[in-house]
């Protein structure tokens, strides 16, 4: 498996820490984990309390603005400054040429390279005392190009005079194609053969707070970095190695952060510029990015072209799954692609499974990870192909998919799962939805027809693993003080980490302090992303908090002469379990007051080896399709997911519906509109022509059921939330519409003028 | 709240926010290419036409408070409010009228600031989120939002809590297809939507609990 395939773990670095004991198992029984508590953070994120990145203002500081290709392929001939470096306001001006600015990038690239290879690319940037002087000084510099010949689509990067985007040409496989059994004898076997090709469109991360930071330099080698990230430690690793600075010497802060969905897993370039253009001023320099520049260079889905054959017998049993996926990751390799056939080796039984990929560079924006990247794509292929599968057989597609739920993980070396909530998902979900009513339901007559829809999903990640490092800190008085340096982007970590502390500690939300996603401050975590953050950090926080009872008790009992065992925690005091009348309260103990505050460490121990842990997901739409219009509603739409334990009712439902949103914009909305024919650029970088779904585009009341079943994996049981929750949303709207139409939408996004057509065709518009 | 304006009398600044158009067309992401006709209308509250660069005078009241001013007349409110006020809790999304991020109520209506010169916000009562504080307390729509659980990054909730707040001034029972719409110019990433619509009804119960 390459890099790219696994790029929640790129971060991490290759030793884990020395093993403990032996985990404990998770709680049988808790007083505020899991409940609907309201997030620890809401009133600083509902009053403006909260300092985003982009809030933060710095005495005498810059802003600055970056200069980027108006082409699709260029070559920089010539840039003169000179009557921009005059204008009002201008302090610095950087280019290729400016000493320091040799920072590699993109592998052979760097930082402001003349030959440029998407539109966006950057070619210079200013500071300047404001951001409109900024961008006066940006437009007045003059720049020569050599426009090159693009390539804007796989066709053009295939065709046999095709540029070369790279030494190794257009083309790249990503990694050997999978293969077990024999697909060939798997389809021989087949009573029924399908074979169709789905493709899904190129999707932009577009999180609403844009891409950027404040860089301030304290003296010649101290940097400190206020940045809008998914996690500080990789930025503070990536400016460290390529700033030639010491890791301790670049601080990274970035405790509130605008939304990321992948996009911010690791450093920009803007971190560079930004503190180049802070060096050669001498001045704090804050460089965020406007809306159109994060739509053209920060990241997006790629898309991808997946065929996909599919054999069954007549019983519902799957033969045979063979997938071939072309993507397109854009003029860089720098992730997110790959990914798209690992839903077809691992979600559903099938002796015989064949899949090979491969990647195209074309003059466009360089893909990024991109929330379970991959797995919204391949299900969109293998959730619709299920259900064609199911028309044929003459099955009930949550029927079919029942009959092939594995109880191991056939793409791990059939390892058993640690559990696998797929088939409760499922069935419990089906249940919930009312599946049976609503399939057998009519689907209407006239002009608008109604359907319901299935599909199902799993992320490749999602169990979380070392490092982390936790610290808990407990004062005299009964108040903590919770270390970590994981981001929370949005998700609730903090509460969530709040609640295990709380579990074990007895403390009182308002007692609770977090600091946290600060590299000079706290402890190493990786990036939050993978649907990671909770399985990996939940049970390092355990850890340190039994760390800090442990280290309490042992003073409790020496004092009030009761073995540690008998004692537990109270609202602030040691009371003796066997005898509730003797008690004291912890700022009362002499041993405890002389040390002022009791440190617990906590680690984040690894994963069982014989297991494999996976989220899994179950998802259900019913839509009303206008067949003259080819509008489509969701009236109704139905998550269950298998994320483990739930750990905060409130913001798991909250994440489930967010995924599900998510979902429906890559199903009906969102598509990158490159300009093929005649220029390359994009069409749409911005929020108008882009359709992000907006709040009439989604069932107005959703319903998520989680499925628990008491995973152990773990010493808290939570598997990943983020991801796994969007992949089943797409295709499960498409067969809902296939349900409500009878037509197959192959294609994302389903706009209505897509459908008309296709209703057309099969002489549904009347 | 003490009157400061300096001229009742000025003509109301004759632009169409994009929210107007969202309430008359009535669907999502819909077109903001209009308010570049509003944007050219900025400027009617001063007399004398300026150099692009060239310091004006403007005395804005914001949030009940009167603030004197020497801006750029291009200057969007949405820069003065944040970076010359220091008001961050008014966001920056997209600066071109798309995203919502930025809205905050001018003499009660929800308008984006990106989309405001701060020339134009002369004369008017503008409202950003830190106005909806009691001191230290949350107003009614906030508290809302931090029960119902209406935001995950809490990026774009300062721009959908103005917009409910607006939504509960001028409609104080809102139906789900009134909410809906309100917020239809909001746009939210993470996806919270569904739990925003239960805020505004939760908003309009807190607000008719305060004022009786």
Known sequence: MSREDTYWTDDVPDQAPAQGPAPLPPWTETRIVGKPVQRIDAYERVSGAATYAADVILPDMLHGATLRCPHAHAMVKMIDTSAAEKMPGVRAIITDKTPGANIPWYGNSRLFDPHCRFEGEEVAAVAAETPYQAWDAVRAIKVEYDVLPRISSEEEASAPKAPALTDAGNRVASGKPYERGDVKAGFAAADVTKERTYTTACEIHAPVESFGCVAKWDGGNYLTLWDTTQGVFPIQQTVAQLLKLPLANVRVIGPYMGGGFGSKLGASKYEFIAALLAKKTGRPVKLFVTREEAMLAFGNRPPVKMTIKAGVKKDGTLTALQMTNVGIMGAYRAG?????????????????????????????????????????????????????????????????????????????????????????????????????????????????????????????????????????????????????????????????????????????????????????????????????????????????????????????????????????????????????????????????????????????????????????????????????????????????????????????????????????????????????????????????????????????????????????????????????????????????????????????????????????KAGMRT | MEDDRDDKDAPPPQSLSRRGFIATLGTGAVAAAATAAAVSAAGAATSTPADAAEMVRVTLTINGRRQRLLVEPRWSLLFVVRDQLGLTGTKVGCERGECGACTVLVDGKPRYACMTLAVEAEGTEVTTLEGLMNGEELGPVQQAFAEEDAFQCGYCTPGQIMAVEGLLRANPSPTLEDARQAVSGNLCRCGSYPLIFKAVQRGAELRKRRTT
Not at chain 1, 352 to 375: K, L, M
Not at chain 1, 695 to 717: E, K, Q, R, W, Y
């Open chain 1, 336 to 760: 997110g692609a790959g990914g798209a056939d690992f839903v077809v080796r691992d979600l559903y039984l099938c002796p015989n499974v064949r899949v090979e990929a491969s990647d195209y560079f074309i003059n466009a924006g360089p893909s990024r990870a991109f929330r379970a990247p991959g797995h919204p794509q391949g299900a969109w292929a293998l959730e619709q192909m299920m259900d064609e599968l199911a028309e044929a057989i003459g099955m009930d597609p949550v029927e079919f998919r029942l009959k092939n739920v594995p109880a191991i993980s056939q793409a791990n070396n059939n390892l058993p799962y640690s559990t696998t909530g797929l088939k409760d998902c499922l069935a419990e979900g089906a249940k919930a939805f009312g599946w049976q009513e609503a399939r057998r339901k009519g689907t209407g007559a006239g002009a608008i027809r109604r359907g319901v829809g299935v599909a199902a999903g799993l992320w490749q990640g999602g169990a979380g693993g070392p490092p982390s490092t936790v610290i808990v800190r407990l004062f005299s008085d009964g108040s903590v003080n919770l270390n970590m340096g994981a981001s929370d982007i949005g998700t609730g970590t903090k509460t969530i980490m709040a609640q295990v502390v709380a579990e074990e500690l007895g403390v009182p939300f308002e007692r609770i302090r977090i600091e946290h996603a600060d590299t000079g401050t706290t402890q190493y975590a990786s990036a939050s992303g993978g649907s990671k953050t909770v399985p990996t950090e939940s049970p390092a926080v355990r850890n340190a908090a039994l760390d800090v009872k442990r280290q309490l008790f042992e003073i409790a009992s020496a004092e009030m002469k009761l073995p540690p065992q008998d004692l537990s925690i109270v609202e602030g005091q040691i009371v003796s379990k066997s005898d509730p009348t003797k008690k004291q309260a912890i700022g009362g103990l002499a041993g405890f007051r002389s040390r002022a505050v009791i440190v617990g460490v906590g680690y984040r121990e690894p994963n069982p080896r014989d297991r494999v842990t996976r989220p899994f997901a179950a998802q259900f739409a019913e839509v009303e399709v206008n067949t003259r219009t080819g509008e489509v509603k969701i009236l109704r739409f139905l998550a269950a997911q298998d994320s483990g334990r739930v750990m905060n009712a409130k913001t798991f439902a909250n994440q489930t519906f967010g995924a599900v949103t998510m979902g429906v914009g890559l199903a009906m909305t969102e598509a990158r509109v490159l300009d093929r024919g005649q220029t390359g650029k994009m069409v749409n970088a911005n929020l108008h022509d882009y359709k992000v779904p907006t709040a009439l585009d989604v069932a107005p009341d959703p319903i998520c059921l989680p499925i628990d079943l008491h995973d152990s994996f773990s010493n808290t049981g939570a598997k990943g939330l983020g991801e796994p929750s969007t992949v089943p949303t797409a295709p499960a709207v498409a067969n809902a519409i296939y349900h409500a139409t009878g037509v197959r939408c192959p294609d994302t996004p389903i706009t209505p003028e897509r459908l008309c057509a296709l209703l057309a």
